[in-house]
């Protein structure tokens, strides 16, 4: 599903130049619950960047499904990620002044889906992520778990094949964390493919494959110490 092949981002900072990533190669297979690791300033984050299809590579390719991510224009690249990536960060990411509704439909309102159609997926995903009753609240009128579970059925309702987590449990209080991670597990059992990205041992401990980056590259991957094979 996910093939990244000896992926470089370089950065000029104060005339140095800087190897975010440096030849980052890897696979990820449909339905997988993989977890990316590393310190501050080790590279993950802008992987995650590059693998959201929020930002490009310098060199090397990149496949979602087979398509070619490196060759496409700002416009197919903002397409690729409203239909095929779901995205659950750390700061939620809710506007504000829109209800907890309104903001899980948004996304489905730029794919362009009729009104009847985007109430049916807004209403399953909050009902999936126990928020039925709180359809009408905003933001600021919600706890910082249940903004985080709004997050969560705003990825879901669009559908994707991919759902992008980054740092999901950072701002939350260890009981929410615990309620999130359950909530991540339920999604993966159902069938979806998970990346996590964090820089806790104790939450990448809990996806079904770990990949420590350090200084933009991969210095370990949990699937090949356990001798299975790649996609």
Same mark, same amino acid.
Do not use: W
């Given at each position: 599903?996910?093939?990244?092949?000896?992926?470089?981002?370089?950065?000029?900072?104060?005339?140095?130049?800087?190897?975010?990533?440096?030849?980052? *190669?890897?696979?990820?297979?449909?339905?997988?619950?993989?977890?990316?690791?590393?310190?501050?300033?080790?590279?993950?984050?802008?992987?995650?960047?590059?693998?959201?299809? &929020?930002?490009?590579?310098?060199?090397?390719?990149?496949?979602?499904?087979?398509?070619?991510?490196?060759? &496409? *224009?700002?416009?197919?690249? %903002?397409?690729?990620?409203?239909?095929?990536?779901?995205?659950?960060?750390?700061?939620?990411?809710?506007?504000?002044?829109?209800?907890?509704?309104?903001?899980?439909?948004?996304?489905?309102?730029?794919? =362009?889906?009729?009104?009847?159609?985007?109430?049916?997926?807004?209403? &399953?995903?909050?009902?999936?992520?126990?928020?039925?009753?709180?359809?009408?609240?905003?933001?600021?009128?919600?706890? =910082?778990?249940?903004?985080?579970?709004?997050?969560? %059925?705003?990825?879901?309702?669009?559908?994707?094949?991919?759902?992008?987590?980054?740092?999901?449990?950072?701002? &939350?209080?260890?009981?929410? *964390?615990?309620?999130?991670?359950?909530?991540?597990?339920?999604?993966?059992?159902?069938?979806?493919?998970?990346?996590?990205?964090?820089?806790?041992?104790?939450?990448?401990?809990?996806?079904?494959?770990?990949?420590?980056?350090?200084? =933009?590259?991969?210095? *370990?991957?949990?699937?090949?110490?356990?001798?299975?094979?790649? %996609?």
């Amino acid at each position: 599903m996910i093939e990244l092949e000896n992926i470089k981002k370089i950065y000029s900072l104060g005339g140095e130049e800087v190897h975010a990533l440096d030849g980052v *190669s890897l696979n990820v297979m449909e339905h997988e619950f993989v977890a990316i690791v590393g310190a501050s300033g080790s590279g993950k984050s802008t992987l995650m960047n590059i693998i959201g299809c &929020l930002d490009t590579p310098d060199e090397g390719n990149y496949y979602i499904d087979g398509q070619d991510v490196t060759s &496409l *224009s700002e416009r197919e690249l %903002a397409t690729m990620r409203n239909r095929k990536i779901g995205f659950i960060f750390q700061q939620f990411n809710l506007l504000p002044k829109l209800t907890a509704y309104e903001n899980v439909e948004l996304p489905l309102i730029y794919q =362009g889906l009729p009104g009847a159609e985007r109430k049916e997926r807004v209403e &399953l995903a909050l009902e999936r992520v126990g928020l039925s009753g709180r359809v009408h609240h905003r933001p600021n009128q919600l706890s =910082g778990g249940q903004q985080q579970r709004v997050a969560v %059925a705003r990825a879901l309702a669009t559908h994707p094949s991919l759902i992008l987590a980054d740092e999901p449990t950072g701002n &939350l209080d260890s009981r929410s *964390s615990r309620d999130i991670m359950t909530l991540i597990h339920e999604l993966h059992g159902q069938g979806n493919t998970i990346i996590l990205i964090t820089h806790d041992d104790g939450i990448a401990a809990q996806a079904e494959r770990q990949v420590r980056i350090m200084d =933009g590259k991969i210095v *370990s991957d949990s699937r090949e110490l356990t001798g299975r094979g790649e %996609a």
